[in-house]
Nanobody, 116 residues
Framework: QVQLVESGGGLVQPGGSLRLSCAAS????????MGWYRQAPGKQRELVAV???????NYTDSVKGRFTISRDNAKNTVYLQMNSLKPEDTAVYLC??????????WGQGTQVTVSS
């Protein structure tokens, strides 16, 4: 069984920064793509950023230049550094990990609120 534990969400003013973390633990043999999604009230879940095991990254257009995804393979952890936050970034952020043998796993979600 694989568990994902997220941390780092909170309330921040526009223009501020937050760093999200998602650590995978349990019966892990290998991990493929890791990513972050978000879901705002009344909206569909959307992909924010992904990173391959080799470090290739991809971002949705609205966060390019502001967000940076990274991972520590030794710790089975993925990070999302969010800078220049905007009110429209407000959402529940969920990590998503492809554990390959064990399939796709989702974190429980962490709330990010950008408001003055």
């Amino acid at each position: 069984q694989v568990q994902l534990v997220e941390s780092g969400g909170g309330l921040v003013q526009p223009g501020g920064s937050l760093r999200l973390s998602c650590a995978a633990s349990g019966s892990i043999f290998s991990i493929g793509v890791m990513g972050w999604y978000r879901q705002a009230p009344g909206k569909q879940r959307e992909l924010v950023a992904v990173i391959t095991s080799g470090g290739r990254t991809n971002y949705t257009d609205s966060v390019k230049g502001r967000f940076t995804i990274s991972r520590d393979n030794a710790k089975n952890t993925v990070y999302l550094q969010m800078n220049s936050l905007k009110p429209e970034d407000t959402a529940v952020y969920l990590c998503n990990v492809d554990t390959l043998v064990g399939g796709i796993k989702w974190g429980q979600g962490t709330q990010v609120t950008v408001s003055s």
